[in-house]
């Protein structure tokens, strides 16, 4: 039994995204008084369009996603066609939709900005500024550090950048297509937001052009899925295979898929993409198309700009009247001053040509701070899949589980060899290229603990244990259905362990997902 004293203790989420959201939900369900905060006037995080100088997402942008995939282990996205594109405040209005249907509102303390952490005695000191502009001072028993990836934009570094008389953008001060009507534009970077772009200037600019050196892996939208979120039997199948074999698999697996969808001309430059974890791929269907009839045009890497025009590495020139700039984030732990998890990071990372300047956090997991691991911890970028919805809701049900004590840490020695496993790993593969998030996790390894901290029971379901015989004999069409039908999140909340409450329409649910009710 949990003492009175874990459920009374009170928990300060910094940053209201889908990763933010989840945490305040489920650390609240299990006892906790928990306070969110967001600086923005609403919750969503990239997901929520302004207008103001901010990160967010585009407000013509449309996301194509499967509704299986998309939701939350108690909260599945609204039945209908499998797959759906959502604008911006589609997705958002789910968000808002999934918080109060939790009854998480009233913790939500929007326009308030955290702008200092301190740490008195052995509690967290929050300074927070309100939109009026006045400040104070909050105390909080344990913190979480929402944040997000997409803090700032990088900052170019390009010979004659000052000289241009055009307009430079980057992907927070780009708002709307119609600013760029009539013009020639050039989006330096190719990636999902690029692309996203690139769609919705397509008609209204004069010319487009992207800028990329190194190409990324096109994928077409259903069978991509298919691809990067396989059955669980699939899974389970791959359990013993090496990480580092397991990814190689995947990009096979993923570069032939392309290969067999699209016909990639050789003067786009795409042959040599990056593949995972260096780059994402992307969901490629329209983007092709506008590659095809040539409405966007793809060019090589960006070397100097001059007033009117750009020189490319190539030797060529074109003339462009505005530029965006595409080409990532930095991020930044200095809020939490010497409890910053990338405050020691090795010398090899900084060396690394992927590493880019960007911080690399040393966490247990992907999550605990080495530091204070019972008070400070980050669920906003770990995760065994491609869903953000998914890795935010099973990295915070892990995390609200060994704050409640129901599930233990190993010693501090083990901790660190974890941090320090996963280091290695980011190091490595920034040796051989771009990493598109340095807090890499063996996803593997990270999926058989959540399993177990959160009490998901799914992985005892699978394979020869007693668990698996006796689901497969006393429910074989849930057995079949959890092995070999479409991964949802749902599998989540269906066994009860003892630890995160199980969901009462899971099971339901995930019939539907796979249209087998």
Request: charged content about 25%.
């Amino acid at each position: 039994m949990t003492s009175t004293k874990v459920h009374r203790s009170k928990v300060a989420v910094c940053g209201l995204g889908i990763a933010g959201i989840t945490a305040v939900k489920n650390l609240t369900e299990v006892g906790f008084d928990v306070t969110g905060f967001e600086a923005a006037n609403a919750i969503g995080g990239l997901w929520h369009y302004s207008e103001d100088c901010r990160t967010t997402c585009l407000s013509n942008t449309e996301a194509l996603v499967r509704r299986s995939a998309f939701g939350f282990s108690d909260f599945p996205q609204a039945p209908g066609d499998s797959e759906v594109r959502l604008r911006p405040s589609e997705i958002q209005a789910f968000l808002e939709s999934y918080a109060r249907h939790f009854n998480i509102v009233s913790r939500f303390q929007l326009n308030t900005k955290v702008t200092a952490v301190n740490r008195i005695g052995n509690k967290w000191h929050l300074t927070l500024r309100r939109k009026e502009g006045h400040q104070e001072e909050q105390e909080f028993d344990r913190l979480v550090v929402c944040t997000g990836l997409f803090q700032t934009p990088k900052i170019p570094h390009v010979e004659g950048l000052d000289e241009f008389e055009g307009q430079i953008l980057n992907t927070q001060t780009y708002k709307k297509p119609d600013d760029a009507k009539g013009k020639r534009v050039l989006i330096v970077g190719l990636g999902a937001t690029a692309t996203d772009m690139a769609r919705g200037l397509a008609g209204i600019a004069k010319e487009i052009f992207i800028s990329h050196r190194n190409g990324c892996v096109v994928l077409p939208f259903s069978k991509g899925n298919d691809i990067c979120f396989p059955s669980l039997r699939k899974q389970h199948e791959k359990a013993n295979v090496p990480a580092l074999e397991q990814k190689q698999m995947l990009n096979s697996a993923l570069i032939k898929l392309q290969d067999e969808s699209f016909d990639l001309k050789p003067e786009w430059g795409l042959g040599n993409a990056p593949s995972l974890p260096q780059k994402l791929p992307i969901i490629g269907d329209g983007f092709y198309n506008l590659l095809v009839s040539r409405t966007v045009t793809l060019v090589p890497g960006l070397k100097q700009i001059h007033r009117s025009h750009v020189e490319l590495t190539d030797g060529k020139n074109i003339k462009v009247d505005v530029i965006i700039f595409s080409i990532g984030y930095d991020r930044s732990y200095s809020l939490l001053g010497p409890y910053d998890p990338s405050r020691n990071m090795p010398q090899a990372w900084k060396d690394s040509p992927g590493s880019m300047g960007r911080p690399l956090p040393r966490l247990y997991q992907g999550i605990f701070s080495l530091d204070l691991p019972d008070s400070l911890a980050y669920s906003e970028h770990v995760g065994s899949t491609l869903s953000a919805t998914m890795n935010g809701d099973t990295a915070s049900m892990a995390l609200a589980q060994v704050w409640l004590g129901n599930s233990k840490l190993p010693s501090r020695e083990e901790m660190a060899k974890n941090a320090d496993r996963q280091n290695n790993m980011a190091i490595e593969l920034a040796n051989q290229g771009g990493v598109y998030d340095p807090a890499l996790v063996d996803n593997r390894e990270w999926s058989l603990w959540a399993d177990k901290t959160a009490g998901f029971g799914i992985q005892d379901r699978l394979g020869y244990g007693w668990k698996a015989w006796w689901l497969r004999f006393t429910d074989p069409r849930l057995y079949k259905t959890l092995l070999d039908g479409k991964f949802v999140p749902q599998v989540y909340r269906l066994f009860d362990e003892g630890k995160r409450p199980p969901w009462k329409d899971a099971r339901e649910a995930l019939f539907k997902a796979n249209e087998t009710e």
